[in-house]
């Protein structure tokens, strides 16, 4: 989040700096070489930061694969790989938090939409039932982000309360 | 103008009454469904598609076709208290033999703006279904195919008018008001909910052309819902309509079975139907039933037939 909000920060100075610097270059002999030099510190100044940004994110996410590594020589997987994985699993998470194969055992019948939001994020879907004995379904479904494959989870409601629960197969 | 009357039954379709209850944040019982099919962030889809055939031994032919296609859009901003909802239906006539696009109306159902005041309190502005009515509106609401009674033993539907409603977990008010014949009309709802499984509302009707007090509960237990209904209409043309309903329907996992006696006397005359109807939901989406209703009307007596099915998207 605060990454993101660096990068924001930094596009939106960034375009602030061309619109500022637009109208003047009309009137290119009325700049005055100080604010030209003022202008190009600015951006050289925010480039440095984008790329602290970018650095702390690249560390963060290193430390995390390292520390994930198997630690017998044989099963040693290559450094890329494992970095790879770290950013899947990272993007999965920001993207389908409901992909968390731990969540779903937290889901029980009796629960309301309310408490089922609160552990798996929104549903994908939320449907009508045509069941008589179903009020309403939620769906959640992906793909996963390392191998493409298409997953489902469904749970039900009656009278504002789960009475079934397909986990998906993750 | 007088609230419609050519409808078979007026009750809030299941559907629609979650739709609704999400848009406005002020679910009558709790629930909390939206729309099917997202089309952006705020807008969405949903409807469904009806197809049905029945027969008679009384000369009757074969109708049926396709009964009802129905479309709705809700525009429901997540952060706004604002929603909306514009729903289309096409209907066909039901003749079997002539079926084709000279047989079909098209007709505005639910067009609605709404505000949320609270998570409780929510206010309507437009064509709005009336609160009358244990029998659902759409098919897909409904337990069995044909409605309770010969015609509408509701004396209300769809009408242009505005509402105010007020929901908890364990009882519901609403008040409609709209225009009729240059003189008020109102309806008035009182809904309880707070035992588990069970829903029982009263709504009182006053209209130019008619008083109506419907009462309905039903209740869950197990596998077998039973309800039970009374409606009693005094029309100003001094004509009176009073109906009783009792129902069980039974679940046995995706299939279910449905029992349903109804008296029906307008005006003197005497309606009595006993239908039984065995249905099955293929998925969340698909769900088929047969009927067979055996009818006294009158002097007369009948067997009615339907088969029904119905994709909702």
Redesign the interface.
Known sequence: MKTKYNTHLFLLSLCGAVLTAAPSMSFAEAVAQEEFLALQQRVEQLEASLRFVKNTQVEAIATEAFASMPMTPKDKSSLIESVVQTIQAREESANFPWMDAEKWPKLQRGM??EEVVAVLDQPT?????????????YTYQGRRVATAKKVTGIV??Y??KVIEIEAPDL | MQRKTNKQTNNIMKMKKELLASLTSAALFGSVANAEIPLTDDLSAYGYIDMAYTDADDGENLEGGAAEFELGFAFNPVDSKWSAVAELSFRGTGDFSTAGSEDVTTDWETFTISYAASDELSFTLGNILSYQGFETYDATGLFQFSYLGRGPVYSAAYAYGASADYATDDYALGLWIGEADDSLSYEFLAAYTGIEGLTAKFIYADDPGYETANLWASYDVNAFTFAIEYVQTDFTDESELEAYMALVYYSLGDAGITLRFSDVDYDGTDYEKFTISPSYSFSDNVFGLLEVSFVEDGEESATELAAELIYSF
């Open positions: 309301t939409p879907l939320n449907e009508p039932s045509m069941h008589k004995r179903v009020d309403f379904v039900r409601f009278k504002g």
